[in-house]
């Protein structure tokens, strides 16, 4: 494990202001991860030994996700995204960061939105329209900006390989008027509890994901 933490943050100790450049080292990183199953399989393996990183993965009213790695400035991220909720991912949303993100398996029809209220603050459904409609298959990858608005509507078994950069603004914006009902949200982790948008995986949940990717052979 730290012969994967040292190569990682070698590679991602970067000048964040050229964002072509950040794109680039994110796209080459995630396609290596893609390719060496007995590095996706340490990450995967070791998250449930550091306590930040199982607090990293979440359970999300889009999907399942795992926390693989962090820097130690928190300016990077990468996750394995999982368990998708197609029903809940027709709101259009935009995020805090530029991103890169590798198809391992499944699928899903990929809609970037055009803004016609310009590229910061809020907006609603009426603020967009389509721009570009993709279809996405295992192996595809693609990076986008934090300005842009995206859908990723994806099949069951959809798994992929997701790294985030560095925080571009103090908030990411969806089309609040076409979200989900909270009767939608992943249950509480505690008897008690409400439903919450997202929230740290269990332990439980971790092994159960854990279980989910060996199964589907992507890691060991």
Same mark, same amino acid.
């Given at each position: 494990?730290? #012969? ?5 943050? %070698? ?5 964040? /202001?050229?964002?072509?450049?950040? %794109? ?13 199953? @007995?590095?996706?399989?340490?990450? =995967?393996?070791? $998250? =449930?030994?550091?306590? !930040?990183?199982?607090?990293? /993965?979440? =359970? ?20 394995? @995204?999982? &368990? ?21 398996? +499944? +699928? ?8 016609? @209220?310009? *590229? ?28 842009? =608005?995206?859908?990723? $509507? ?17 908030? /990411? ?9 909270? %009767? /939608? *949200? ?5 008897? +008690? &509890?409400?439903?919450? %948008?997202?929230? !740290?995986?269990? $332990?439980?949940?971790?092994? #159960? ?10 890691? @060991?």
């Amino acid at each position: 494990m730290k #012969t994967a933490d040292s190569w990682l943050t %070698q590679e991602l100790c970067l000048d964040v /202001s050229d964002l072509d450049y950040v %794109q680039h080292v994110m796209r080459s990183i995630l396609d290596r991860l893609a390719t060496d199953r @007995n590095l996706l399989t340490t990450l =995967v393996d070791e $998250v =449930v030994n550091h306590p !930040s990183r199982l607090a990293a /993965s979440r =359970v999300t009213l889009l999907l399942n996700r795992l926390s693989l790695w962090e820097a130690p400035d928190h300016s990077f991220e990468i996750r394995l @995204n999982m &368990n998708p909720r197609p029903e809940n991912q027709l709101v259009p949303h935009d995020h805090c960061y530029a991103f890169a993100t590798h198809i391992l398996t +499944g +699928g899903y029809v990929h809609v970037v939105r055009r803004r016609t @209220n310009g *590229w910061e603050g809020p907006f609603t459904g009426a603020d967009l329209q389509p721009a570009i409609v993709t279809v996405e298959r295992p192996g595809s990858a693609y990076a986008l900006d934090h300005s842009m =608005v995206h859908q990723a $509507v994806m099949a069951p078994d959809t798994v992929t390989l997701f790294i985030r950069g560095p925080r571009r603004k103090a908030a /990411s914006h969806a089309a609040e008027e076409l979200m989900p009902p909270a %009767q /939608s *949200w992943p249950e509480a982790a505690a008897p +008690g &509890n409400q439903p919450e %948008q997202s929230r !740290s995986a269990t $332990v439980d949940e971790y092994l #159960t994901m854990h279980r989910y990717l060996r199964d589907r052979r992507i890691i @060991n």
